[in-house]
T-cell receptor
Framework: NAGVTQTPKFRVLKTGQSMTLLCAQDMNHEYMYWYRQDPGMGLRLIHYSVGEGTTAKGEVPDGYNVSRLKKQNFLLGLESAAPSQTSVYFC??????????????FGPGTRLTVT | GQNIDQPTEMTATEGAIVQINCTYQTSGFNGLFWYQQHAGEAPTFLSYNVLDGLEEKGRFSSFLSRSKGYSYLLLKELQMKDSASYLCAVRVDRGSTLGRLYFGRGTQLTVWP
């Protein structure tokens, strides 16, 4: 099992460019999440999905869009990148029922710099 | 909103014991997680408490008091490899959304030889 994988690992964008971050999980998890992590800010939820074809906003959704067309994939899109979106992006997934804990499993992260 | 507080930094020496505290104020609380995150890596699960009391896992223990909105992570027999950021996260169940986590800002622990 690969667990949760993210592509790309690193990316540099210019202001105004667009890109898509891909998250894939092979654990048959229902829930998937996108977080961003900035120095001194902790992990903040951008968007999440409770199942194929459904998405919802988290704490900091502005400037991002997501799609979950297949259960195993969760895509995060930046339509017009801004320097404020420079961050490390983590994808996570969890079972609907996992010993009633909802432990989230994290991918390795994508380091994005917007110049 | 959720209010989760933990110290920004802590230091300790190898072999010692350290306690990292986390306080929270939230509605819909249904459990508290501790994650460990080494620099440049993803967070990894350490513990989950939903009932009051102490959960022990080897060198690591986690405690929860729901009435006080308080948890701590206890690390014994510290090793250099324990130098990492420790993230406190509360699980909130609200309406049809279950299992959503709200994270504190993390406590950077440095272990000195």
């Amino acid at each position: 099992n690969a667990g949760v994988t993210q592509t790309p690992k690193f990316r540099v964008l210019k202001t105004g460019q667009s890109m898509t971050l891909l998250c894939a999980q092979d654990m048959n998890h229902e829930y998937m999440y996108w977080y961003r992590q900035d120095p001194g800010m902790g992990l903040r939820l951008i968007h999440y999905s409770v199942g194929e074809g459904t998405t919802a906003k988290g704490e900091v959704p502005d400037g991002y869009n997501v799609s979950r067309l297949k259960k195993q994939n969760f895509l995060l899109g930046l339509e017009s990148a801004a320097p404020s979106q420079t961050s490390v992006y983590f994808c996570a997934s969890s079972f609907l029922w996992d010993r009633a804990s909802y432990e989230q499993y994290f991918g390795p992260g994508t380091r994005l710099t917007v110049t | 909103g959720q209010n989760i507080d933990q110290p920004t930094e802590m230091t300790a020496t190898e072999g010692a014991i350290v306690q990292i505290n986390c306080t929270y104020q939230t509605s819909g609380f249904n459990g508290l997680f501790w994650y460990q995150q080494h620099a440049g890596e993803a967070p990894t699960f350490l513990s989950y408490n939903v009932l009051d009391g102490l959960e022990e896992k080897g060198r690591f223990s986690s405690f929860l008091s729901r009435s006080k909105g308080y948890s701590y992570l206890l690390l014994k027999e510290l090793q250099m490899k324990d130098s990492a950021s420790y993230l406190c996260a509360v699980r909130v169940d609200r309406g049809s959304t279950l299992g959503r986590l709200y994270f504190g800002r993390g406590t950077q622990l440095t272990v000195w030889p």
